[in-house]
């Protein structure tokens, strides 16, 4: 077996369409640009191509470094490179900053050509589907017919099942990785305390903080905070930081005192410097939104009855937000349709973030299947 | 593609099994019994397991499998989903020896069921002269052993009775050899097809 390696320097580009796309809230945007990067060779059947799909806040930058100083390569370096579960010696492996997003795809901070603004509160939603569209057009780009796997976690996952029933013919196989069908109530509620931080943040000007020189700091800090907390369990929290004090000593103040707090303000600050605020908004309504039952009468087992793909669906069992009973959800109608799936349920302390994690035994399910793919489309 | 050859039980079970049927091999291991009757018969079906290095290596063999307790029985299935349901020296470990039976005839038509033969004389023998079996098919000591529920070919087939079901077939093995005499005592391994009365 060969070893993993980093996959080295990568460098991103950008895509730029010209033909209009409407969207499904029914606004049309007359011209895009999607930022991806591309790691591997395509082979010469064009068959080994992967799509990863990027969770709530994720970007194109999935694996690699920009420059040999980079503190941190791309989020998902552990999982993608040459020998890694997804092979880059074997695949075309793509990723790509969704159409919304605030790392050079076209979203609410772009220039919009009408006005010479930036779209601000003028962005339109942006759903699910809507981003499997525009994926699909980046594939056409790149002469990708048919991806040998779509895969994703989180949000990343349902734009993977989305595929296999918008797409059937262009996805051999979907990885679904810590997801749900549709959220539940309780997600919803947590989604909307998050973004009711930012659209209450006085820096928010409606949306229009860009021209009044301002960023919601504040409530995008808090929306992250509270995210992380639903993204950790308990139990992974107690073990990394307990009710360890800073200073040994309660002080009796609103200042930090417990290590989590300190760690929570600092993942808070970090988000908000480098994530726009309007992008967190339109992903975690696409986040709700997303059913694909709904244009079947809620039913999930008829909405995948068309799909082509092989399916292999990992969840982790201390993941609380996307809990492995949502993604049993999946399973059990991708049996009830006779598809091909395969499910492992990792057993995890480190919530939903596990999917992001090094572990071995979801490494080793996920090299298994990722294995039989590239034996099966001769990568 | 052939698969590798069959574990003699496993071997069994196969000839049991009809061509280009469905099958739900509970407690599947690594998917060796699937692969084969992919390669061999055609047929199609999924695993059930519940160890993840045993689900990887399912996923490593192309064989689709669900990482679950049967414990918790088979809500994920349909009723009748299956040609076959096979739950091979499993049951002997399971608390719920009823609920797994019974859910078997819900998801299939035919059950297969093999486990450890406590009518085996070596067990028989081990009992009296005072000691607890530890046998080829039983090789755990009373302390450590998973098996919570062992039987006799007998005691088993009475069970499926109780349960308005019956026995289609049986098969009796020791070390992979069938045993056509005296199959409750020669015996160590038992193999029993079974559907609704």
Redesign the interface.
């Known amino acids: 077996m060969t070893t993993s390696r980093s996959i080295g320097l990568v460098t991103a580009q950008k895509a730029v369409f010209d033909t209009p796309i409407t969207l499904s809230s029914g606004v049309t945007l007359p011209r895009y640009e999607l930022v991806y990067e591309t790691y591997g060779t395509l082979n010469a059947a064009r068959s080994n191509a992967i799509l990863v799909c990027h969770a709530l806040s994720g970007n194109h930058h999935l694996a690699g470094r920009y420059r040999e100083d980079d503190k941190n390569p791309g989020w998902w370096d552990n999982m993608i490179g040459p020998g890694k579960p997804i092979d880059t010696d074997r695949f075309f492996v793509v990723g790509v900053n969704n159409l919304g997003g605030c790392h050079g795809s076209t979203g609410p901070s772009s220039i919009d050509p009408d006005t010479g603004q930036p779209y601000g509160s003028r962005f339109p939603l942006v759903l699910v589907r809507d981003w499997v569209e525009t994926q699909a057009r980046l594939a056409d780009l790149l002469g990708i017919d048919c991806f040998a796997a779509v895969i994703g976690g989180s949000l990343g996952g349902m734009q993977a099942l989305r595929w296999t029933i918008t797409y059937p013919e262009r996805v051999r196989h979907a990885l679904v990785i810590a997801s749900a069908p549709k959220l539940t109530a309780q997600n919803i509620a947590f989604n909307d305390v998050a973004r009711q931080a930012i659209l209450t943040d006085p820096d928010f000007y409606g949306g229009d903080y860009y021209q009044h020189g301002t960023v919601p700091r504040r409530g995008l800090r808090l929306a992250r905070m509270l995210g992380h907390i639903t993204y950790l369990s308990d139990d992974g929290m107690g073990e990394k930081f307990g009710r360890l004090l800073r200073s040994g000593e309660y002080k009796y103040g609103f200042d930090v005192e417990f290590e989590i707090e300190s760690y929570l303000r600092y993942q808070g600050d970090k988000f908000s410097d480098y994530f726009d605020a309007n992008t967190y908004l339109l992903m975690t309504k696409a986040l709700d939104y997303f059913d694909p039952a709904r244009h079947y009468d809620g039913d999930l087992v008829r909405a995948l009855a068309a799909t082509r793909a092989g399916f292999?669906v990992v969840s982790f069992t201390s993941d609380w937000r996307f809990s492995p009973a949502r993604s049993?959800e999946i399973?059990?109608a991708l049996?009830?349709a006779r598809k091909?799936?395969?499910?492992?349920?990792?057993?995890s302390k480190h919530g939903h973030d596990a999917f992001l994690m090094e572990d071995e035994?979801y490494q080793?399910?996920m090299r298994?299947?990722l294995?039989?793919i590239a034996n099966e489309v001769h990568a | 593609m052939n698969a590798p050859a069959l574990r003699p039980d496993l071997r069994h079970i196969a000839d049991w099994i009809a061509p280009d049927s469905s099958v739900l091999d509970l407690g599947c291991g690594d998917g060796s019994l699937l692969a084969w009757l992919a390669a061999n018969k055609h047929c199609q079906g999924?695993g059930v397991e519940i160890d993840?290095?045993s689900?990887?290596?399912?996923?490593?063999k192309?064989?689709?499998?669900?990482?679950?307790d049967l414990e918790a029985g088979l809500s994920?299935?349909?009723d009748n989903?299956f040609d076959f349901v096979v739950l091979s020296l499993t049951i002997q470990a399971m608390h719920n020896v009823e609920g797994i039976l019974k859910e078997i005839l819900r998801v299939g038509r035919t059950g297969i069921v093999t486990f450890p033969n406590f009518g085996y004389w070596e067990n028989r023998w081990q009992l009296l002269i005072g000691r607890m079996p530890v046998s080829e098919t039983i090789p755990y000591e009373w302390y450590n052993t998973p098996n919570i529920h062992l039987c006799t070919v007998y005691d088993f087939e009475r069970l499926l009775k109780r349960l308005g079901m019956w026995s289609t077939g049986r098969v009796v093995l020791h070390q992979g050899e069938k045993v056509d005499v005296l199959p409750n005592l020669l015996g160590s391994l038992a193999l029993v097809r079974f559907e609704r009365a």
């Open positions: 292999l049993r399973v059990k049996l009830d091909r799936v395969s499910y492992a349920e990792i057993e035994a080793a399910v298994a299947y294995s039989n | 999924y993840v290095a689900v990887t290596a399912c996923v490593a192309g064989v689709s499998v669900i990482q679950s994920g299935f349909e989903a």
